[in-house]
């Protein structure tokens, strides 16, 4: 078996060679290529990847390269990780909504926008030019924001599948918290991505007992503490919402800490520079403690579990993904990108039935899709106007004068990256 990684110069990849190592007899690859064009940084990266292979014994041969075709002809599956204009992108992303009062984040309001304006033709561009090299090759989309661009992946009919950490992060909570195994844990997942509830948690399958009320109640300051939302809230919710939830249901407390302490881009810039170091080091051969706190808890886990259900190896019969609606929540089309329990075999994720959807929770999803609608447009046909009304329709903004700054900000911004402007 064979997988490339695009963006292997990441410093979180030894993070998902770690995972690769430890769970080969899921996933028994034979051949891994991480494919970056930043030489130095996948210089340094490689060579941790190959020692960690080696101290874990693993088989695999790791190879490097900037050659995109020669990455991908041959393989089964190809993993997309990109971030367009780097942790400096980030750091703007982050920053200037603030001047307006609105939410700075990369997945979400008008940084999430930026990000997915510059985001979406690259990767449609590289899925291209994958399809042409290698057309049976699976895409897996790990790319912020991973519903819009697996959305845009989806609608240029390619082979993929988008996947996000959320879900696993809270199966590995609560089964840690219940005193489990994660395998026992079944999720009720539901929602977008970076927008999504827990409304059950079940023992032992999609059929098992909902031990949610049972959770709330004995570990509800927990839960609460790490949401950074009042235990009051989640138990008035009665479910788990994201932590990505509390930029909705607690803005302008976010915005407040927000223009209080540095940008979370800058603190992750630092945290590179140091792991870059430490991957220099011939002498490390696994991953570092410092790369728990980059972020993407569980990505490799994640990552595996799906590979290996799509080429038809082992990994969980029931995995949480982005993919097209067809009617699984009857209040959104049936070509928008939702994360829900799906199961996973060699023709893809296949939703499992979702109960009817609490208004409180629908009414929001709907109203991002829509926003997402319009990101999207606005990402493939550019120009002023269309981004002005993505960042109307969001329900962060929503204020015509607010929309019309955060168009001027946001175009200023990334002008180095958006054809069109």
């Known amino acids: 078996m064979k997988l490339a990684v695009v963006g292997g110069g990441s410093t979180y990849t030894p993070e998902l060679i770690d995972g690769f190592a430890r769970l080969r007899d899921t996933l028994p690859i034979e051949e891994l290529v991480l494919l970056d064009p930043a030489a130095e940084r996948l210089e340094l990266v490689g060579g941790l990847a190959r020692r960690i292979f080696a101290r874990q014994g693993h088989p695999g041969r790791i190879v490097t390269t900037d050659d995109l075709e020669a990455a991908v002809e041959g393989a ?82 390619h082979r993929t599948v988008g996947l996000c950490n959320v879900a696993i992060g809270f199966q590995r909570k609560f089964a840690a918290l219940l005193g489990v195994t994660p395998a026992d844990v079944h999720l009720d997942h539901v929602g977008l991505n970076h927008l999504s509830w827990e409304t059950g948690v079940r023992l032992g399958g999609p059929e098992g007992e909902d031990v949610l009320p049972k959770l709330l109640a004995g570990h509800g300051d927990a839960i609460a503490d790490d949401l950074h939302l009042p235990r009051s809230v989640v138990d008035r919710l009665g479910v788990v919402p994201s932590y990505y939830l509390r930029y909705y249901y607690a803005h302008d407390e976010v915005v407040r800490e927000l223009r209080t302490k540095p940008s979370r881009a800058s603190e992750v810039a630092q945290m590179e520079r140091r792991l870059l170091e430490m991957y220099g080091d011939p002498a490390l051969d696994e991953k570092p403690e410092l790369l728990a706190s980059r972020g993407g808890a569980y990505y490799s886990e994640a990552a595996v579990d799906l590979a290996a259900g799509l080429l038809g190896g082992g990994g969980s019969p029931h995995q949480v993904v982005n993919t097209y609606n067809n009617g699984t929540l009857p209040f959104l089309p049936s070509d928008a990108v939702i994360e829900v329990q799906a199961a996973i075999g060699s023709r893809g994720p296949t939703p499992l039935p979702v109960a009817p959807v609490d208004p409180l929770y629908a009414g929001l999803m709907a109203n991002v899709t829509a926003y997402e609608d319009l990101a999207l447009d606005a990402a493939l046909r550019g120009g002023r106007d269309r981004v002005f009304r993505a960042l109307l329709a969001h329900p962060l903004i929503g204020q015509h004068a607010y929309a019309d700054a955060l168009t001027d900000q946001l175009i200023a911004h990334n002008r180095e990256h958006l054809a069109w402007a």
């Open 76 to 157: 089964d599956a190809v993993l997309v990780q990109l971030r367009v204009g780097g942790q400096a992108a980030r750091n703007e992303d982050e920053t200037w909504p603030l001047e307006c009062g609105c939410v700075g984040q990369e997945t979400t309001g008008a940084g999430g926008l930026a990000k997915a304006l510059r985001t979406v033709p690259v990767v449609l561009d590289i899925a291209e030019r994958v399809r042409r090299a290698n057309p049976d090759a699976w895409i897996i989309d790990f790319t912020n924001p991973v519903g819009i661009v697996t959305r845009a992946l989806l609608q240029a009919g």
